[in-house]
């Protein structure tokens, strides 16, 4: 009965915990009001790196194109695929998108960070916009990021995406990953978004000299929003901001496995306190689950108890999160937790066995995790 309380005030600890950092993260990244950018904005260079995307290139492409910014470049690079999407990419000229063809990838660097340093060179905005092909954004997103980062002050602006389309399996079964950003955040670490961030030209370029100072940094953009801050800004999206992502579970499972281990700080010991708090939340599942062989006593009730506590919690997050049946969210909880656990076993050994992988390029481990090497 001693290891049952104690275990209870572990799990209640957890929750009570959990809760607080939730709530006070979501007041934190809440976008107040409505923005827009004024007539005298400055220019926006928007950078979408690419590498075999011909399922979501050309809708990218053109909910960009659709945005009612006026100064806006386009410029799409070509990372080497080996399917058709450079042809999507060039198709598109006529409307003034400019395409690079990505070049050889050179010794040590992460090929998206090489992507974005090529990108980043080729700009001519005062701000700098990196969006991945599978986010979207409405018409007006560009002018209200760009209005909040004038009228804030900000030097840098990401957005965590929301989820449009909950019944699919990529969304039911989704990745946690902004769910840890937002429940580890903090002033000195906020919650960063790589899927769509916007920083200014000259901060990047000539204070944090660009990318290649962490060409081998995993999440160069949750490096670059730390040594900016206080000037630095993470939002909630919402409707009316409107940036939401569509990615296959597949794709989410290999970012999983690339971010999971790296999250916790890639230490062993970073990563072992990582593996015993995943397991302790998944503990009242396994409790209710022993109901099937021992019955149901004060410990499989307790473990009931939390579970719903849990669901709540996690549901509490999928309401801000997912534009529609949000409350599907809470009830996936067991299944995602216990999934969430897999992957972060499978990325500490993908890191021990070096295979990890970033879009078909081996990622092996120099000195640390946070300065993966990639394999020629």
Known sequence: MSIVIFVSTVLTALLIAMSIRLHRAFGRYKIKKRYSAAITAPSVTVCIPARNETHAMAQCIERVLASDYKKLEIIVLDDSSSDDTSILIRSFAHAGVRF???????????????????????????????????????????????????????????VIPARNDSWRVSVLFGHLRYFWELLLARPSSPAVSGAFWMIKREALMD????????????????????????????LLSTAELGVTYEKKWSSQVETSRRLAFPMTGGTWWQGALGLLALTTLNLPTFTVL???????????????????????????????????????????????????????????????????????????????????????
Not at 132 to 153: C, H, L, N
Not at 217 to 225: G, H
Not at 338 to 348: A, H, M, R, T, Y
Request: net charge positive; hydrophobic share 45%; proline share 5%.
């Open 290 to 376: 022993s109901s099937v062989f021992y019955g149901w006593t004060i410990v499989q009730i307790a473990g009931l108890w939390f579970t719903f506590a849990f669901m709540g919690l996690y549901a509490s997050y999928t309401q801000r999160i997912w534009r529609t049946r949000w409350w599907l969210g809470g009830f996936m909880w067991p299944a995602v937790i216990l999934q969430e656990l897999v992957l972060f076993v499978v990325s500490i050994w993908g890191y021990a066995t070096h295979t990890i992988t970033w879009k078909d390029r081996p990622v092996t481990v120099g000195a640390t995790v946070a300065s993966p090497i990639i394999k020629q």
């Open 100 to 158: 690079i063809a990505g070049e050889s990838l050179p010794e040590g660097w992460l090929g998206k960070n090489y992507a974005l340093e090529t990108l980043a060179r080729e700009a001519s905005g005062t701000y700098v916009m990196f969006i991945d092909v599978d986010t979207a954004i409405k018409p007006t997103t560009i002018s209200e990021i760009v209005g909040y980062a004038m009228t804030e002050s900000a030097e840098m602006v990401s």
């Open 207 to 234: 204070r944090l000299g660009g990318f290649s100072p962490f060409k081998l940094n995993i999440s160069p953009e949750t490096t670059f929003a730390s040594k900016l801050r206080p000037a630095y800004r993470c």
